[in-house]
Nanobody, 117 residues
Framework: VRLVESGGGLVQPGGSLRLSCAAS????????MRWYRQAPGKERELVAS????????NYADSVKGRFTISRDNTKNMMSLQMDNLKPEDTAVYFC???????????WGQGTQVTVSS
C-alpha cells in the first residue's frame, strides 16, 4: 500500500490543523491505520489508531480530548483532526498502515507540523 500524508504546516498555539493520509495500491479496509509523530531528538511515538472498519479508536494520553482520528474506507482516506494545538505537538507526523493478517506495516513520508507563535 502507498501512503501519502498532507495537511501539515505552521499554526499558532491553540489553533487547529487537519492531516490527511491517502492510501492506494491495496484494499484499505485490510489495515489498522495509525498516526505517529517524531519530534527532533525524540523517538517516534504513536499518537492515534483506528481499527479496520473504524469501530474503535485509541489515543496517546498527551492528545486525548484534542485530536480525533477518522477514516473513510470508501475514499481510502484517513484523517487526524488536531485542535487546541500546543508547541509540544510540533513534530513530523507519519501515517502508518498495519495489516494484522501478515503482521506487516507500511509508512508514509511524513508531514511537518509546527506549533509556534
Amino acid at each position: 500500500v502507498r501512503l501519502v500524508e498532507s495537511g501539515g504546516g505552521l499554526v499558532q498555539p491553540g489553533g487547529s490543523l487537519r492531516l490527511s493520509c491517502a492510501a492506494s495500491g491495496s484494499t484499505f479496509s485490510n489495515y489498522i491505520m495509525r498516526w505517529y509523530r517524531q519530534a527532533p531528538g525524540k523517538e517516534r511515538e504513536l499518537v492515534a489508531s483506528i481499527t479496520e472498519i473504524g469501530d474503535s479508536t485509541n489515543y496517546a494520553d498527551s492528545v486525548k480530548g484534542r485530536f480525533t482520528i477518522s477514516r473513510d474506507n470508501t475514499k481510502n482516506m484517513m484523517s487526524l483532526q488536531m485542535d487546541n494545538l500546543k508547541p509540544e505537538d510540533t513534530a513530523v507526523y507519519f501515517c502508518n498502515a498495519y495489516w494484522r493478517l501478515i503482521s506487516s506495516a507500511w509508512w508514509g513520508q511524513g508531514t511537518q507540523v509546527t506549533v509556534s507563535s
